[in-house]
């Protein structure tokens, strides 16, 4: 069985606290390989090895870190193939998923090519006699983000992209779940020319995290995974005096509206509901259909779409749907809503509990299922299920289906589908949820917009992303300056005012 290692200091090294995590092929049920889970000796060497490296990285000028950008994203297409399929070995997911994958952080890093521009400071002439003033972006110095197993490689890269560009060291924890393409990607960045020391992966569970959260030398936390470990991050990393930002979990909802184009919205729920096995943060997967004869056309349109859905391993070719779920506990989880949601009322118009996969009984797949009649005290609505299973709750006017969508603790993603601009325009204003699509059912925004949620999907100010990605990983530093040859007017003794 292959044994994975850490990546410190520009080396794969070999874990030394004695404890690994089982990696699974979700396809088969395999373990596949295991990854060393690492002590807090483990994460301070990676800090001080960090802190050690990070000041002369941050003294190479912008335009060069960003040549460093170009190449990695060079080197992300010479090696798209090989990504993709090691990340699909350890997630499940179907290969043109995968590269989606890695394209969707790929972006980023493109961005993130514009670093001299972003981190352009401010400059007032004059500002007072024989004064200037001006403001500069400097790095955070060491930078850590722990991620989870649903994008291995595109939210890695939302948090190194950026941090490197500034000119932070970073530390990577990625999910134990799936760690090899993380891996892959410290030793790419090296490759395109990123010095040692500056992005660094360190494999663990809490103990890790934990060792990152309290160490004084680790400037900023970024975390994106469940909502309870997003709050338990946040609060202690906060306590600490450190720059947290942490996304959390999500329910989002799909408004269909009478007026609706019901072979696009029905469309766009089955990618949007079962693409990724349900295992996106953006997913849909709550539909609330505007009357009951919407509802009634609507689940006549989708059940033979998901009854057509072809579930398989990546290794079987570009025509299946969508994988396996990640492990057999997830599994378990998903089968148990599932059944708590039959037990509670809910209607199972489509059941896939008996879904075995022939030659892949191990597997951990999971069948389609969809529900109608669910209402919003049932467990299925309340919890982030994170698998094939999309809710329908039938709502009786727009303004009953805004309400379900803003009562709910989370506020990810939602989207509407209607051909009427006005609901839509007044459906975008008046929401709270941080990303809204207009007929869009994934509306995840480009690398140049800002990503995240609101509500209990987020703690923290600042997106991923976009121009708050260059703030979130910089501090202001503002400069007031006159120069000797200025007035010499003896002390001031009252604060200094702009006349
Ligand atoms: P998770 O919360 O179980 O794990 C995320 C990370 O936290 C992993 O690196 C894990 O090792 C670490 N972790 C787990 N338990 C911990 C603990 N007790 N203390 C400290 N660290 C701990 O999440 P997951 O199952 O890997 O990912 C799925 C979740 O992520 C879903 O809730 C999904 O909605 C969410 N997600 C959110 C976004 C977003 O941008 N809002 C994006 C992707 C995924």
Redesign the pocket.
């Known amino acids: 069985m292959q044994e994975l290692s850490h990546y410190i200091d520009g080396a794969q090294v070999a874990g030394t606290s004695g404890r690994f995590a089982d990696v699974f092929n979700p396809a088969t049920g395999e373990v596949q390989a295991r990854v060393p889970l690492a002590s807090a000796d483990e994460v301070a060497r990676a800090v001080d090895i960090a802190a050690a490296a990070q000041p002369a990285w941050a003294a190479v000028n912008p335009q060069r870190r960003a040549r460093v950008m170009m190449q990695f994203v060079h080197l992300l297409h010479r090696d798209m193939d090989k990504l993709a399929e090691a990340l699909s070995r350890e997630h499940g997911k179907t290969l043109p998923d995968a590269k989606g994958d890695v394209i969707r952080g790929l972006e980023v890093c493109e961005y993130c090519i514009a670093a001299p521009q972003m981190l352009k400071g401010e400059f007032t002439d004059s500002a007072g006699p024989g004064i200037d003033m001006y403001s500069m972006r400097q790095p955070l110095g060491v930078t850590a983000g ?6 291995p490689a595109m ?1 890695p890269m939302w948090m190194f992209a950026p941090a490197l560009v500034c000119g932070n060291a970073f530390i990577l ?5 799936d760690p090899s393409v993380p891996l892959m990607l410290a030793e790419l960045m090296e490759e395109a020319g990123a010095p040692k020391g500056i992005l660094q992966v360190v494999n663990g ?2 103990e890790a ?2 060792a990152l959260l309290d160490h004084p030398v680790v400037q900023s936390i970024g ?5 309870p ?2 709050e ?2 946040y609060g202690r990393g906060c306590a600490n005096g450190k720059r947290v930002q942490c ?4 329910k989002n909802h799909m408004i269909v509206m009478p007026d609706a184009d019901m072979d696009q919205a029905a469309d766009a729920l089955v990618g949007a509901g079962y693409g990724a096995a349900g295992e ?2 953006m997913a849909i997967s709550v539909a609330v259909p505007v009357g009951d004869d919407t509802a009634d056309r609507l689940i006549e349109k989708l059940v033979p779409r998901i009854e057509k859905l072809k579930v398989g391993p990546y290794t079987s070719g570009d025509d299946v749907d969508y994988g396996p779920v990640v492990t057999a506990a997830a599994k378990d989880n998903i089968l148990k809503l599932v059944q708590s949601g039959v037990d509670q009322g809910a209607k199972l118009v489509v059941d896939g509990r008996d879904f075995s996969l022939q030659g892949y009984e191990d597997g951990f797949f999971v069948g389609a299922h969809l529900f109608d009649n669910v209402t919003p005290d049932m467990d299925i609505y309340r919890k ?1 299920i ?1 698998g094939p299973v999309l809710s329908t709750v039938r709502a009786q006017s727009y303004e009953e289906a805004l309400g379900l969508a803003m009562d709910h603790e989370y506020g ?1 993603g939602t989207a509407i589908f209607t051909r009427d601009g006005d609901t839509a325009r007044d459906f975008a204003q008046r929401i709270n949820i941080g990303m809204v699509g207009v007929n869009v059912p994934i509306p995840v925004p480009l690398a140049y917009h800002t ?1 995240g ?1 609101w509500k209990k ?2 703690f923290g100010d600042l997106n ?1 992303h976009g121009p708050d990605a260059f703030k979130f990983y910089t501090r202001t530093k503002t400069v007031t300056a006159r120069w000797p040859s200025g007035i010499k007017e003896g002390g001031e003794f009252s604060i200094p005012v702009m006349e």
């Open positions: 722990i991620t989870p197993f649903n994008f939210i924890k990625p999910s134990e779940r569970d809490k995290v934990d975390f994106v995974g469940s909502t470990i997003a338990y991050i996304f959390g979990g999500a996106r943060c982030e994170f990810n990503f949620g999907s987020v991923q």
